[in-house]
């Protein structure tokens, strides 16, 4: 039997031949990537993207507007490590960041064309799954999907892929499973899905529910 890990990568196999794939790659991390690729922030205010669900802000690493750090804070990280980093947009140097008009496009316009440029922080990734695995147990949508079914597993679910009850979201937008027996939840089973991707091509930058967002926020005021 596969594990739960073995059930995502095979579906990412089973979308082989779809536009999908390689939103089902994982992203590295470069080895010392905040003294290598962002050193610092730029003076310049961050770009904010309040069309986004949860709010995204873009933290310039570059006068040339070519690099940013995406984060849910408006707060200037001082590093690149930082766990309220979301990680780094590389835009290539190809990349078309004027408009027609020779206006300046905003970053969140280019993120989600961009996606395969995006660099997921190792940091955000775990202390995310730290917070929401204690989200999870606390969620009454998955609580009444562990009361109705009694037994098996979850999705804790990207809410940037919206689907009709019972369907399964895309392994890309899968953020974790987490088991239940005997219709009670088990927080030992939370299993983060490592094909999730922050940014695809199809949907854009993540989408945390409400409850989870607050509580993500929350627990990085205190970090």
Known sequence: MLSRSGLFQAGCLLRATSSRTSACLPDAWPKHAAHKRAQSTTSSPPFHDDVHANGIFYHALSSLGDRYALSYSSKVPSSAEQPSVLGILSLPSSAQITAQDGSRLAPSQLAQSHAEDFVTNPNFHIFLHRVLKLAALDDGMIQYEAFL??????????????????????????????????QELVGETYSPNEVHRIITKELGVMVLRPAWHARLMEELDKA
Request: glycine share 8%.
């Open 149 to 182: 079914r009694k037994s098996g597993f979850a999705h804790v679910a990207d809410q940037r892929e919206q689907l009709m009850p019972g369907r399964i979201p895309y392994p890309e937008n899968i953020l974790a499973s987490i088991g239940f027996d005997n």
